[in-house]
Structures are given as structure tokens and as C-alpha cells.
């Protein structure tokens, strides 16, 4: 049977070619890979296949801070997942992910993470789609704004980099779904700039936001000059916005739908509430093409994950996950969260758990699909203390 182990510092090198080889990367064009992968990934959280001395397949853990509903999370983040095509359908997949599993699980993160490369892998594995992203199209010139807007600044990269995690890290407790970042993470994972990123854009420009003298939120983008018929048709491609309020995230909409030569605004992974389909003079200017998964989540500890996060109601309910029961008790919006023999109200598979932890999705709709059954009361007690004013969203793709 081939040996699943952490990877020594010495094999950084074979984990990543395994990865070029499933993946299609040239890392030729990736210079600074293997010290991004030596400063973010811990060797004693890879969990490898080898054949003999040939890497063959690959996973390893992020340790993460997640924001949840009111509190914050650990998250084991499963990253750098592949595996050569001559050895798949050996169960090495399933092998690397229970070394995942139970190493979370020895750390004390109640909740595993994961971007999925594909649609079909992760739910068989308890994952369940727990953020989603919105694809969103701007057209110029539109407005979106209501009432006063704050002041907007351009930053340099040295600018940006001693003003951006500050700010974010104001965010990124507020919102469901967002990551804390390190230092690391800021340099490796936000500010590098290789060119294959660019894929013949701009690099990247910050605006911030202010007002009275303190920073409300940022954006960050690139540009692609284009011409059609003698006129400006170039492409401005936000890749993320940070608003501390409503009022700054509409400044950061209406500055960038008011750039000269640019009058195409994309932004690819949107949160699905975010404020500007509702800030335009016509709603049509603002197109969605398609709404994706973006984080998925497996639920590993029932009462640590649970209990983290804040409810919107209070109240009592009692559910079974994979056969084991469960009571739910929220007071003032804290909950606590036990086994119990009494009989359930609700019988959640354990991806539905993850897909209705952060508000994502009501559990009366996955009633629908079978994912969750039981009784109309339980679901609507459930509808009203798993919701949440903020939908949650994920800019990290790891």
C-alpha cells in the first residue's frame, strides 16, 4: 500500500510539481512558489502519498480564523489537494482527507474548509456549500450612490501595504465567511503582484474610502485598456471590496463606474448581498452571470461550531446529524449546544449542517431537496435562529 505522510522541508520541491503536474501549472512562471508554499503551509500539515520516493498525490492544512454569525471559528483549511493520474481511483482521496480530518480534529477546529476544484468531489465527504459569490457586470456612469459619498484616495503599493490590514482587519470580524489574515498571507496571498496574475492587466490599484479623517473601506482592481471603433473599451476588474458601512461601499461602486476609458467594471466573486444591483438608477445595468460555490464547509465538532456563533432567535431544537442527536439552546442569541436522548425535530445530513452554518441558505429550502426533514415547527424555529442580517462571503481562495 503507498505510505501517506507529511512531507519533510527537503520535499517542498516534489509537492509542488505534484500539484503542476494535476493542476497544468508552469512553475517557471511562479518564481517565489516554494517560498509562498514554505511561509503558508506548515510540512507537518501535509498529508502525502508516495511511491517509494515519487510524490504522488498531495494535501495539506491551513491554520485559519473564520468569521462566523457574531463570533469566529478555527478553521482547518484543506489545500493543495491533488493526486497523478496514473494513481487515482486507489482511495488515495479519501486516505489524505481522514489525515485532514483527524489532524483538525487533534488541534481543536471544530470546522474544515475548502475551495473545490470540482462540484462533485466534496460532498461525499461531508462538505457542504456554505458561501456563494456573485459575478457581477457594472455599466458606467450609472450612479450607484444615494446621498453623500465619502472621500476617495489612490494608493502606491507601499501605501497600500501599511494601510490594508489594518482596515480589513476591522472587516473582517463583521462578516460571515471572511478569513484572518497574516502577515504572510498580506504579503505572499494579497500584495505579490506576478505577472501571471495579470494575464496582460494592470497590477494592482487600491482606492480607499475616508470620511472625517478615518479610513471606511478600500477596493482593489486591474485595468485592460482596450479601443472598439476609435472609442475607449477597456475592463476594470475589482477583486475585492472592503466597506466598513453602506456609505463607503457605495463611494468605492460609483468612483469605479466613473473611470475614464474603462467603462466595463467586472467584479467575479461578489458577496450575494452586496449593495450595488441596489444602488443603480436601472437595476438592469447591473448584470449577474452566474452565481457560484466558493467556500464549502464540513461541520467536525457539532457543539464547538454551534456554539461559536450568534442566532438571530432565540429558542430550543433538537436535530440528529448522521444518527447523532443534538439540543440547541439559544438565549439572548448565545447558544449552547449537547447530545441528547430526546427525540429530534429535524434529521440533517451533515453537508446541509455546513450549507446553513453561516446563513447561507434557509433550512426549510434544503427541506425541500430531502437534505433536511422533519417537522414544519422545527424547520421554521430553525428558518428564524440560523439566519443572518449579513450574508456571508469569502475572498480566499486556497
Known amino acids: 500500500m503507498l505510505e501517506i505522510r507529511p512531507i519533510t522541508p527537503d520535499e517542498v520541491p516534489k509537492f509542488r510539481a505534484c500539484m503542476a503536474e494535476t493542476f497544468g501549472l508552469d512553475l517557471d512562471v511562479d518564481p517565489s512558489g516554494e517560498d509562498r508554499l514554505r511561509a503558508l503551509i506548515d510540512p507537518a500539515r501535509t498529508y502525502c502519498a508516495f511511491d517509494g520516493e515519487l510524490l504522488v498525490a498531495s494535501a495539506a492544512?491551513?491554520?485559519?480564523?473564520?468569521?462566523?454569525?457574531?463570533?469566529?471559528?478555527r478553521l482547518a483549511g484543506l489545500s493543495g489537494v491533488s493526486v497523478r493520474a496514473p494513481y487515482r481511483r486507489r482511495g488515495l482521496l479519501r486516505r489524505m482527507i481522514s489525515a485532514h480530518l483527524a489532524d483538525g480534529a487533534a488541534r481543536g477546529e471544530p470546522v474544515a474548509g475548502l475551495w473545490a476544484s470540482e462540484g462533485s468531489i466534496y460532498g461525499r465527504f461531508g462538505?457542504?456549500?456554505?458561501?456563494?459569490?456573485?459575478?457581477?457586470?457594472?455599466?458606467?456612469?450609472?450612479?450607484?450612490?444615494?446621498?453623500?459619498?465619502?472621500?476617495?484616495?489612490?494608493?502606491?503599493?507601499?501605501?497600500?501595504?501599511?494601510?490594508?490590514?489594518?482596515?480589513?482587519?476591522?472587516?473582517?470580524p463583521t462578516r460571515p465567511g471572511?478569513?484572518?489574515r497574516t502577515e504572510a498571507w498580506w504579503h505572499f496571498r494579497r500584495f505579490e503582484d506576478r505577472a501571471d496574475l495579470r494575464r496582460g492587466r494592470s497590477p494592482?490599484?487600491?482606492?480607499?474610502?475616508?470620511?472625517?479623517?478615518?479610513?471606511?473601506?478600500?477596493?482593489?482592481?486591474?485595468?485592460?485598456?482596450?479601443?472598439?471603433?476609435?472609442?475607449?473599451?477597456?475592463?476594470?476588474?475589482?477583486?475585492?471590496?472592503?466597506?466598513?458601512?453602506?456609505?463607503?461601499?457605495?463611494?468605492?461602486?460609483?468612483?469605479?463606474?466613473?473611470?475614464?476609458?474603462?467603462?466595463?467594471?467586472?467584479?467575479?466573486?461578489?458577496?450575494?448581498?452586496?449593495?450595488?444591483?441596489?444602488?443603480?438608477?436601472?437595476?438592469?445595468?447591473?448584470?449577474r452571470g452566474r452565481r457560484c460555490d466558493t467556500l464549502w464547509l464540513r461541520i467536525c465538532d457539532v457543539a464547538a461550531a454551534l456554539g461559536a456563533r450568534r442566532y438571530s432567535?432565540?429558542?430550543?431544537?433538537?436535530?440528529?446529524?448522521?444518527?447523532?442527536?443534538?439540543?440547541?439552546?439559544?438565549?439572548?442569541?448565545?447558544?449552547?449546544?449537547?447530545?441528547?436522548t430526546a427525540a429530534p425535530e429535524l434529521e440533517l445530513e451533515l453537508a446541509a449542517l455546513?450549507?446553513?452554518?453561516?446563513?447561507?441558505?434557509?433550512?426549510?429550502?434544503?427541506?425541500?431537496?430531502g437534505a433536511i426533514r422533519g417537522s414544519l415547527d422545527g424547520l421554521t424555529r430553525a428558518d428564524r435562529m440560523f439566519s443572518w442580517p449579513i450574508a456571508p462571503w469569502c475572498a480566499e481562495i486556497f
Open 354 to 369: 455546513a450549507s446553513i452554518y453561516l446563513g447561507q441558505v434557509a433550512p426549510s429550502l434544503l427541506a425541500r431537496t
Open 313 to 340: 432567535s432565540d429558542g430550543a431544537l433538537r436535530f440528529a446529524v448522521e444518527g447523532v442527536r443534538w439540543e440547541l439552546v439559544v438565549d439572548g442569541g448565545v447558544a449552547r449546544c449537547a447530545a441528547t
Open 178 to 180: 471572511m478569513i484572518a
Open 61 to 73: 492544512t491551513y491554520s485559519f480564523t473564520l468569521a462566523v454569525c457574531g463570533g469566529t471559528v
Open 127 to 172: 462538505f457542504g456549500v456554505a458561501v456563494e459569490g456573485d459575478e457581477l457586470t457594472l455599466a458606467p456612469d450609472d450612479g450607484l450612490a444615494r446621498g453623500e459619498l465619502d472621500t476617495v484616495a489612490q494608493l502606491d503599493e507601499a501605501a497600500a501595504r501599511a494601510t490594508l490590514p489594518a482596515l480589513y482587519a476591522r472587516a473582517q
Open 204 to 287: 494592482r490599484r487600491t482606492i480607499v474610502t475616508r470620511r472625517g479623517g478615518e479610513l471606511t473601506g478600500y477596493a482593489v482592481f486591474r485595468q485592460h485598456l482596450a479601443w472598439d471603433q476609435g472609442q475607449a473599451d477597456g475592463t476594470l476588474d475589482l477583486e475585492e471590496v472592503v466597506a466598513l458601512d453602506p456609505i463607503a461601499e457605495a463611494t468605492l461602486y460609483h468612483h469605479v463606474t466613473h473611470t475614464d476609458l474603462f467603462p466595463k467594471v467586472t467584479y467575479w466573486n461578489a458577496p450575494v448581498d452586496a449593495l450595488a444591483p441596489w444602488l443603480a438608477r436601472d437595476r438592469r445595468n447591473v448584470t
